[in-house]
């Protein structure tokens, strides 16, 4: 019998193991997502090399950042043609406004504001609450 | 042992379990999503029934055509004045290049779209395979 349970327990555990799998990182399960949907225009004149420093500086956000709390990001392939010259998607989730309200202000994302500022043309944002 | 080797399957049995509630229901472990990222600018005459008849229609699509995924939607609420007016942000997640394909001429999506037209002021519409 106490080797059934610890049996038991054990397979509990792995299921604690399997549940945190599927979260991201640092993601709670059952959290109410605040979407933070970024689209970049870069300038004519941008070098590949300056939108990898853009591509990398918002990556690296994510890691230094604790109150984004899932990052994903990737490069307009619609063939719709209604992407008004906006390249770049980035998909920044938070868990609360106080915590999309603090990163917006957080000093490491006003320096890479200014990182990015000398190759934009255009940026469109728009945050909203997740309904299904 | 044979109680041993049963409970262990038990314990994997569970983490199957697991495993298929953190996924949303019609997509598959492990997926690369295509994201469809769809941002709506209402007519200023579009009155709060035609913009909820949009609402629904879109997430109706998304029971109706089967290539969807996932689907999520919301109202902007960015504080930062960089939506270019729109207001609606619908997220769309396809597997694979051709689901997003076959959405996009799929009956009742066209007829979304004219649905859809006379109220639309403008549509950005920015697609991307997720990277980290």
Partial sequence: MKKAIMLISIGISMIGIATAQNETSKAKAGTQWLRHVVLFKFKDDAKP????????GFRALATKINLIKKFEWGINNSPENLNQGLTHCFLVSFSSTKDRDDYLVHP??????????????????????VQE
Wanted: glycine share 0%; no cysteine.
């Fill in 49 to 56: 090399a300056d939108i990898k420093l853009v591509e990398d």
């Fill in 108 to 129: 490491d994302h006003k320096a890479f504001v200014e990182l990015l500022k000398p190759f934009l043309d255009k940026a469109t944002v728009v945050d909203y609450w």
